[in-house]
T-cell receptor, first 111, second 113 residues
Framework: LAKTTQPISMDSYEGQEVNITCSHN???????ITWYQQFPSQGPRFIIQ???TKVTNEVASLFIPADRKSSTLSLPRVSLSDTAVYYC????????????FGKGTSLLVTP | DSGVTQTPKHLITATGQRVTLRCSPR?????VYWYQQSLDQGLQFLIQ???????AKGNILERFSAQQFPDLHSELNLSSLELGDSALYFC????????????FGQGTRLTVV
C-alpha cells in the first residue's frame, strides 16, 4: 500500500486560502487520491477524490502533478468551522480499495 | 446524514464482557469497513468486507471478530474487553464504482470500566 506523508499541523487565519500537500511517492498506477475531513468525535467525511490533473467541487480543489507523487488539497477562504483533521489517502483496485488513514493534518483556523 | 447507521451510539460495559456493534451501510454499498479510534489517536483500520466476504484485515485483535450478513449489514464483536478497548468505533461503506469515496457512520463510543 502506498504510504502518505503530510504535515502534522497547520495554522491559518479566517478568509485565507489553505493548501495542504501530501506526498505519496509509491502511488500505484490505478490508485485514486482521496481527502477526508474529520471533526472531533465524528466520522471522517469525504471531501474530494482525483486521479490526475485538477479536480474541483463546491468545497475544495485537488491539484495533482503529472507524476502523481504528491497532491495538494486547496481550501479557499477558510472559516473557523474548517478547523479539523484532514487525511490524504491513496488506494484503488490493486489494494482492494483499502482506506488507510495516516495521522492526518490538524488544521487550526483562527479569527 | 451519511446514510450509514451505527448502533448503539454509546456503550458502557465492564472488563471481561462481550459486546456487539452493528452497522447498516448505505443502500447499494457492498463494502463495509471497521475502524477503531482511541482518544487523540488516528483511525486504526480493523477489517473490510465486500459482499459478505472478508477482503482485508488490519490490526484487529484476536478477541475481535466481524462479519457481514446477506442483507449487507455488519457486526463487530468485541470480547474479553479490556480498559484499553475504550474507543470510538466507526463503520464506513462504499461502492467500488466510487473508488475510495466512502461514507462513515457517526460511530459507537465504547467505554470499558
Amino acid at each position: 500500500l502506498a504510504k502518505t506523508t503530510q504535515p502534522i499541523s497547520m495554522d491559518s487565519y479566517e478568509g485565507q486560502e489553505v493548501n495542504i500537500t501530501c506526498s505519496h511517492n509509491n502511488i500505484a498506477t490505478n490508485d485514486y487520491i482521496t481527502w477526508y475531513q474529520q471533526f472531533p468525535s465524528q466520522g471522517p467525511r469525504f471531501i474530494i477524490q482525483g486521479y490526475k490533473t485538477k479536480v474541483t467541487n463546491e468545497v475544495a480543489s485537488l491539484f495533482i502533478p503529472a507524476d502523481r507523487k504528491s497532491s495538494t488539497l486547496s481550501l479557499p477562504r477558510v472559516s473557523l468551522s474548517d478547523t479539523a483533521v484532514y487525511y490524504c489517502l491513496v488506494g484503488g483496485m490493486d489494494s482492494g480499495y483499502a482506506l488507510n488513514f495516516g495521522k492526518g493534518t490538524s488544521l487550526l483556523v483562527t479569527p | 446524514d451519511s446514510g450509514v447507521t451505527q448502533t448503539p451510539k454509546h456503550l458502557i460495559t465492564a472488563t471481561g464482557q462481550r459486546v456487539t456493534l452493528r452497522c447498516s451501510p448505505r443502500s447499494g454499498d457492498l463494502s463495509v469497513y471497521w475502524y477503531q479510534q482511541s482518544l487523540d489517536q488516528g483511525l486504526q483500520f480493523l477489517i473490510q468486507y465486500y459482499n459478505g466476504e472478508e477482503r482485508a484485515k488490519g490490526n484487529i485483535l484476536e478477541r475481535f471478530s466481524a462479519q457481514q450478513f446477506p442483507d449487507l449489514h455488519s457486526e463487530l464483536n468485541l470480547s474479553s474487553l479490556e480498559l484499553g478497548d475504550s474507543a470510538l468505533y466507526f463503520c464506513a461503506s462504499s461502492s467500488l464504482n466510487r473508488g475510495t469515496e466512502a461514507f462513515f457512520g457517526q460511530g459507537t463510543r465504547l467505554t470499558v470500566v
